[in-house]
């Protein structure tokens, strides 16, 4: 199994018994579940035992691939995407122990609070604005298939306000340091 470019700026995570994680977005799911997009990313990212890299899902990722907020999701794909996180989940490939907490561990709560609107405000849907501040807030790099997510990431972090707060809580502001190139 051939390891992506960026898979050793993945560092050991204190949160999760220094596993390697990465944040992973809806697409990504989709792409694999439904659409079967294999290619050597995402049979990586899937494939490669728990020990080497985990995915984290959380909770804004959660319901998207679940559909429960969207009345046009078709009933077979949230099926087949439930089932697919589900198998992944008990693998111990997945985990979404934290998706319910809301999005991460508690103590970044005020973080989240802050920095998620003002994402918001930017080039971001809301809905990215979430998935995009867990993976900033958590320091866990992002993995999106979605180019308009990459692209409003991208202008979202050259934002003053943006900025600033990542300033002010010593957190990674550099898209590249924060979404991993796909495909």
Not at 57 to 76: F, K, T, Y
Not at 101 to 118: E, G, I, N, T, Y
């Amino acid at each position: 199994m051939v390891e992506p470019s960026w898979y050793p700026r993945v560092h050991p995570h204190p949160d999760y018994e220094m596993a390697r994680m990465i944040v992973v977005d809806t697409n990504i799911i989709s792409r694999a579940a439904v659409r079967e997009q294999w290619d050597d990313v995402l049979s990586f990212v899937f494939n490669s035992p728990p020990q080497k890299l985990r995915l984290k899902i959380n909770a804004q990722v959660l319901n998207e691939a679940l559909g429960p907020g969207s009345d046009n999701m078709d009933p077979r794909r949230a099926l087949r995407q439930r089932s697919f996180i589900m198998a992944y989940r008990l693998s111990g490939k997945i985990l979404l122990e934290d998706a319910f907490v809301p999005f991460f561990a508690r103590s970044r709560q005020m973080k989240f609070d802050a920095l998620q609107p003002v994402l918001a405000a930017t080039n971001l849907s809301v809905a990215d604005s979430r998935v995009a501040a867990d993976a900033i807030i958590n320091a866990i790099p992002l993995l999106s298939g979605d180019l308009r997510m990459r692209e409003g990431l991208r202008k979202a972090l050259g934002n003053s306000a943006v900025i600033r707060l990542l300033k002010d809580y010593k957190l990674a502001g550099g898209f590249d340091q924060i979404v991993l190139p796909y495909p």
